[in-house]
């Protein structure tokens, strides 16, 4: 329309509260800040004018008589007549935008008017906004459709379909506009349960704040707290959250429009739980399956449920709710007590008995509590949080002491595995107390359960990071084994905490656990081979140690249920730091699929923590800090004693980024949250990159003395050098740099005798090759090592080196050459500051690589810093000074001061103390 010259028509068609109106006045305001002069509608009084102003988004001022929304309807002749004088008075190359609401309350008359006055004007540029609601019911249509017709036939008019659901973001905003802020996920799936039309979710927004239901918490707006609703249910009770009355009055007041059939199928459907089978819902109604196809039909139609491959699901669970708050408690107890009867000749059928029987069971009925206990046993590894629920629910009803503890166990396990550790430390700490207080001295068979409840405690403690607790309450459990009990999860747990705590006894019961493999269950043998694969690893026996653990995994069976402290997790680890990249991916694989359903569980935490560092090693640093963030619980529960790793790659990803302060806060996080004794796993790593972090700062002294502390131990030497493939060629430069012959010697050492006893590890190989040819500045030796390498990282590393040693001589073409190679390598990987150290040796050399893309911003503020901006800016924030910024960023002094005068300029201040403030 914008440089039109004739008239143009829209049409809007839609049915009340579909949000015609709104679309009008947003129009109206877009015209308005465009320079169009906006025609408000015609005035209710014949001697009025119409209303004309630039309109202004959020402001819409109504005339006496307008109709509601901020627009008139053309109801009577003199309206026209009105439109018709000021379009004669304004002159014909104004544009215009005409707005006209309700045309299905003008008579034939007015209507015909109104067309003919379009006709006469449509040379001039104006766009004419016509709204009429279809509503054949209670007004009279036909006169529309016949004017409009022969509207048509005169000039260009555009339909525009009737206003349906919002979705996404659409909906995201209108609830925003509506309460003043971004919705939360709650009250967003409410607007999505009656998502029918916009109108509808602003009558239910609006009443909600009409009853003060809704509030704004940290920007978001969100249901009071207490109101039913207002946060999700529990995991694992097996029903959705309640919702406020005034939603619930709005969906009833929708299902009374639906057929009777469909609304009692609903109604037991929501009984059955949401997904449901079409099955169950037939053998519910007692009905052939023929007869629900029009019942689904009109659900689906109305957007109540949605199908899937196999089953139904109702589309929100505020909807689920609803529906079965429809159904009277009495009846709904019935129904589910019927339901439970009728799954219980289904396959999976005791599992789905037990999550009906669990809302209605009674103490006095030991059937129902044993279904409820089976359920809650067999859900443990498919739905944790279920189990859960299951077990904690029956223990409550449980009659007998005895009863209690050993659904405590179940418990126990079911909230460990769903990440849920203090609950599960607790639950199993007040069972025993109770217990010990209540039956003193314990039978023989109470003894049992309470050891097995504590061998299920140990494994949480554990995982909690807790060790010197988890090997105590192993040993507590171990202690009942003159009373003819054996816990596999004991053993396991005794033997990792010992590992952890440096305790050295537990290698007895690992070599007697292997000397006798068949009197022990598979699990304890393959713990047994976990811990004898850690001391071969610590030993340097890289290849022995990945060979053990690949048959500590071969003694699970495919189809067994996922274990906790799985051996794949630690073959996993060892892959990794072997280049064997395709087979770690592989060894995950099980945690992942487990993981998938089960969003925010231990499984989906262990599944992170084990991809961080693949995705590192190979070069995907996005990813890497995905799976981290979920590895130290970002997102959800965590695993504390497998959450040093994740924080590990966090640093790493900084590091490899250039961002020194970020990577420096992980490190601080993890030794204040997770203090690492000296026999930790974590410690080398640990250790290994605070020396590359004060290197990284300009601090060689720092990383030297890090390095010469490493070193005197030849343990630990051992293994920081097999943390990474590219970790000894960083110690050997490093010690070069500061001057340390000495220190370099012992690295190669340490990696020559890593390769004598691992000459079937190619990653060992090549980390040994690459460390002796650096120290010897063997040009040829160095290309070699470089081809070896299947680390990415190592790969540039050793191409970056080559160069160095090509360089020192004489060949400065080929040094350029490879530098290049190592600065494309290492900006694919997304180091940007191994990048950057390299542009800046080639510059050094007279060669000036562009690193730098254009990009769109804003002209002043954050967003308006270009990367190295914002990099110098977070330095010197920071405190370094220009010659320190300089030597990390690999610029030169001359140009931080030209960056930190545009800072300065974009963010409108004049010194460093304000960009201190500013960042702070």
Not at 793 to 807: K, M, S
Request: contains cysteine; proline residues 6%.
């Amino acid at each position: 329309m914008t440089g039109a010259r004739r008239s143009k028509v829209l049409l809007v068609e839609a049915a009340p509260g579909a949000g015609k109106t709104r679309l009008l006045l947003e129009a109206a305001a877009v015209a308005g800040r465009n320079g169009f002069a906006v025609v408000n509608g015609v005035p209710a009084t014949p001697d009025a004018t119409p209303k004309t102003a630039p309109a202004t988004a959020g402001t819409h001022a109504h005339a006496p008589g307008a109709a509601e929304g901020g627009f008139h309807s053309p109801s009577t002749p003199s309206a026209i007549e009105a439109v018709r004088a000021w379009l004669r008075n304004a002159q014909e190359n104004v544009r215009a935008v005409v707005v006209l609401d309700d045309l299905h309350l003008a008579n034939l008359p007015t209507l015909t008017a109104l067309c003919d006055l379009v006709a006469a004007v449509r040379g001039r540029p104006i766009l004419w906004l016509l709204a009429f609601t279809p509503d054949r019911d209670t007004m009279p249509y036909d006169p529309v459709q016949s004017c409009l017709a022969k509207l048509r036939g005169r000039l260009p008019v555009e339909p525009l379909h009737p206003l349906g659901p919002l979705s996404g973001d659409a909906l995201k905003h209108l609830v925003a506009d509506c309460t003043g802020a971004a919705p939360g996920p709650v009250l967003l799936a409410l607007a999505e349960s009656v998502n029918s039309t916009p109108g509808t979710v602003l009558e239910l927004l609006r009443g909600l704040m009409d009853d003060g239901d809704i509030c704004i918490v940290d920007g978001a707006s969100r249901l009071q707290p207490g109101l039913p609703g207002s946060a999700p249910a529990r995991v694992g009770v097996c029903v959705p959250a309640s919702v406020p009355e005034r939603f619930s009055a709005l969906i009833q007041q929708d299902l009374r429009s639906l057929s009777e059939p469909t609304l009692r199928a609903l109604r037991l459907a929501a009984v059955l739980g949401s997904p449901f089978t079409p099955e169950d819902l037939s053998a519910m109604l007692g009905e052939a399956p023929v007869g629900l196809l029009a019942a689904v039909d009109e659900a689906v139609g109305r957007g109540l449920l949605v199908c899937g491959e196999h089953d139904l699901a109702f589309r929100t669970e505020p909807i689920w709710r609803a529906l079965l708050d429809s159904v009277p408690p009495p009846v709904r107890a019935m129904l589910r007590r019927q339901a439970a009867e009728m799954l219980l000749s289904r396959p999976d059928g005791v599992e789905r008995a037990a999550l009906q029987l669990v809302h209605i069971a009674q103490p006095c009925n030991v059937r129902e509590l044993r279904i409820i206990a089976d359920g809650a046993q067999r859900l443990l590894a498919a739905d944790p949080s279920a189990a859960a629920s299951l077990a904690a629910r029956c223990m409550e009803l449980a009659p007998g002491q005895a009863d209690r503890v050993r659904l405590a166990k179940t418990a126990v396990e079911a909230f460990t595995r769903a990440g849920a550790l203090d609950r599960a430390i607790t639950l199993a700490r007040d069972t025993i107390d109770e217990a010990a207080r209540l039956a003193a001295p314990l039978p023989a068979a109470l003894a049992e359960d309470i050891a097995a409840l504590r061998g299920a405690s140990s494994t949480a403690l554990l995982l909690q990071g807790n060790a010197q607790s988890a090997r105590r309450a192993a040993r507590d459990a171990l202690a009942a084994h003159a009373c003819g009990f054996r816990s596999r999860e004991a053993v396991i747990t005794r033997l990792a905490a010992s590992y952890l705590t440096g305790d050295g006894a537990a290698a007895e019961l690992a070599r007697k656990i292997l000397s006798a493999p068949d009197r022990h269950p598979q699990a304890v043998h393959a713990g047994a081979l976990i811990f004898e694969a850690f001391g071969q690893w610590r030993d340097g026996r890289v290849g022995g140690a990945v060979g053990t653990l690949r048959k500590a995994v071969a003694l699970g069976r495919p189809d067994e249920d996922a274990q906790l402290l799985d051996p794949r997790w630690f073959l996993a680890f060892a892959l990794t730091r072997t280049g064997e990249y395709d087979e770690a991916a592989a060894a995950i694989q099980p945690s992942a699929r487990t993981a998938a359903p089960a969003e925010g569980t231990l499984a989906a935490a262990v599944a992170g923590v084990l991809r961080a560092p693949l995705h590192l090693a190979q070069g995907r640093l996005d990813d890497a800090e995905e799976a981290a963030r979920t590895g130290v619980g970002m997102d959800g529960p965590y695993v504390p004693v497998l959450a040093p790793q994740a924080w590990l790659v966090l640093a790493h990803v900084a590091l490899r980024r250039g961002a020194l302060t970020q990577a420096e806060d992980h490190i601080k996080t993890l030794e204040k949250d997770f203090p690492q004794p000296g026999s930790s796993p974590w410690q080398a790593a640990r250790l290994l990159l605070s020396a590359q972090l004060a290197e990284a700062r300009a601090d060689e002294c720092a990383a030297a003395q890090a390095l010469a502390e490493i070193g005197a131990h030849a343990d630990g030497l051992r293994l920081l050098v097999l943390e990474d493939p590219a970790a000894a060629a960083w110690c050997v430069r490093s010690a070069l740099a500061a001057d340390l012959p000495d220190l370099a010697r012992t690295v190669v050492d340490t990696t020559e005798r890593l390769r004598r006893h691992n000459r079937d590890v190619p990653a060992v190989l090549a980390a040994a090759a690459h460390a002796r040819a650096l120290a010897e500045g063997d040009v040829d030796a160095l290309a070699r090592a470089g081809r070896q390498h299947r680390s990415p990282w190592a790969r540039a590393a050793a191409v970056e080196d080559h160069a160095g040693l090509l360089l020192d001589g004489g060949d400065h073409e080929g040094a350029i050459s490879g530098l290049d190679r190592a600065m494309s390598a290492y900006g694919a990987l997304g180091g940007e500051r191994d990048a950057a150290r390299v542009r800046a040796r080639l510059r050094r050399l007279g060669v000036r690589r562009r690193h730098w893309t254009h990009a769109k911003r804003p002209v002043s503020g954050w967003e308006s810093l270009t990367k190295t901006e914002l990099k110098v800016a977070e330095l010197v924030a920071d405190g370094l000074t220009n010659q320190q910024t300089a030597r990390h960023l690999f610029i030169s002094p001359h140009t931080v001061g030209f960056h930190l005068r545009q800072i300065y300029r974009k963010l409108g201040i004049r010194s460093r103390t304000a960009l201190v403030r500013l960042k702070a």
